[in-house]
C-alpha cells in the first residue's frame, strides 16, 4: 500500500495531529502536512517508518539536540518542533516552510536567479555552514531539495536547510554510510578518502553555480562519469588527493612513466559506468572561468561576476584541505565589496556575530525532507559562436529557455584551469574522452566565421548535420537537436553522443593551442 493511502486526508497521527496534506514520499518514510491542535498552527511531521528508517531518525535526533543552541532563523536552519509516536513509527515535527529551492528555479523555468538574489541565497546557506560548523556537525546531503524557501513572496527571499537524515558529527565520519548526493558529490567522497566537513562546501559551491545559471554543472549519471565531468572542466585531480582513496584504483590507472601517477580510466575498464553520452550535461565549461561568459549571455554582465566566479573556485577546489572555510566564504569579496544596485555590501561575519546567534533558549534545529514531484527537464543546448562579430549575438536568449546559449571565442578562456596541475592536450584527448581516436584534422584560418553547434541536451529522433568549414577541407559532425524528453528518458536513449562532443572540443584544443 502506497503512504498516501496509508496516511489519508483527516486522519490522525499521534494524539494532537491531523493529516491537512500528503507533501511527499521517499525511502525515509514521508512528509505529511498536519494540523496541530495543541498549537493551532499547522506543521510539516516526518514520518520515519520501518525499522531502519526508525533507527536513521533516532540518529537524526541525536544530531538535532547536539544542534539544540543555535538559532534557528538566524542560522538559516529548518526549526525542530519535537516528535511523537504514531503506533510504531516515529513522527518528526517542524515549522512548515513554502518550497524547496528546486522547486523555485524549477518555477522560474531553470534559468536561474539574478545575481543579487543569488548573493543574498549564497550569504544565508555560508551563514547556516559557519554554524553547522561551530557545532562540529556534517550535514552531508546538501542539495536543492534539501533548502527551504521560507516564503516565496518575501524580497529577499529567506531560505533554511533541512533533512539531516545523513548528518555525522565531525569526529564520528563513517565512509561506510551514505553521505551527499550525485550530482553535488565532493571528489573524496567520490574517492572513499577520508572526508570532513568541506564536503558540505564542495555542494555549497555547486549549488552556487545552479542558482546563477539554472541547471547542475555536473549531472552525471555515476561517480566515474562525475569525476570525468570534473576533470574536464577543473583539470586532473591532485595525485595526494587520489593517492588518500579507497576507491581510487576502480576509476584511475596507475601511471609509472608519467609525471601524474593516476590517469582516469576508460569507460569499459569501470564496472559500474554508465554511458555518458546518454545522459543530459546542460553546460560544458572547459575551466570554471568561463562561468562569467556563459553568466554574462544567459543574465547579462554584472560587475560581481568576477568576484562570483572567484568564490565559487575557492568552493570547488579539488583538495579539500585548500577549499575555503565557511568564515572566510563570509567575508570573500563578492559578499563584502560594495555593490553599484545597492551602494553597499552584505555585510561579513565575525565571532561576534556568531556567537550572539547562538542562543540556548531557540528551539532545536533539525530538518525535513520533502520529495518534490519529478518534472520533465528539458535540455539547454550549447552555441559557441567562432568569430568575432560580438554585435551578432542576442541577448533575448537569456529569456528563451528553448534557445542555445551563445558565446563569442574571445570570451572564453583560452587557458584550462591552472588552479590545479592539467594535464595536457593529448591526454585530455586520451583520457577524459577516453577514447583513442585521432584528432579531426583542421586547417587553421585567419577569417574563421564558421558556427559550431552542441546542443548539451541529448538524443531525439531527429539529427542535424553541423559542417566546420575552413579553407577547403571540412569536419562533418552529426549532432543531436534539442529534447524535451526527460532525464530518465534520456538516458535509456543514449547513443554516441560524448564521442560527438569530444571530437569537437578536440577540434578546439588544436585550433587554440
Known sequence: MSMRKLFPVGATLGPSHRIEAFLG???FGCVIKC???????????????????VQQATAEMNILRSLSHLDADSCHIVKFNGHFLHKKDICLKFELLDQSLHEYLRDRHFQGLPLLQVRTVLHQLATALLHLQSAEVIHADLKPQNIMVVNRQDDPIQVKIIDFGFAQPTSETNSDTYVQ???????????DAPFNEAIDMWTLGLIAVELAVGRPLYPAPDPYNMLKYIISTQGQIPDDVLDRGSLTEEYFQPQDNSKQRWALRKPEEVFFSEDSSAHNRYYFLRSLDDLEALMTHLSGSHPDQPHFVDLVKRMLHLDADQRIK????LNHPFFTAIHPETNQGVVGVNMEDLQASEQPSCSLVAASEIVPISEQMSAIPLVVLLNNDKDDISMEVSNQPDQPFIAPAEFLSSEPDTSHDSIDNQQTREQLSCRNEATPEIVPSSDLES???????????????AVLEQSNKHVSIEIAEHSDASDEDQVENGGCFWHIIRKVIDAFHYYFC
Open 181 to 191: 548526493s550525485l550530482p553535488y558529490t565532493a571528489p573524496e567522497v567520490l574517492l
Open 451 to 465: 558556427v559550431i553547434s552542441l546542443t548539451l541536451g541529448l538524443h531525439s529522433n531527429t539529427r542535424e548535420e
Open 35 to 53: 494540523f496541530n491542535s495543541e498549537t493551532n498552527l499547522s506543521e510539516a511531521v516526518k514520518v520515519a517508518t520501518g525499522q531502519e528508517t
Open 326 to 329: 565557511p568564515m572566510e566564504a
Open 25 to 27: 514520499e521517499g525511502a
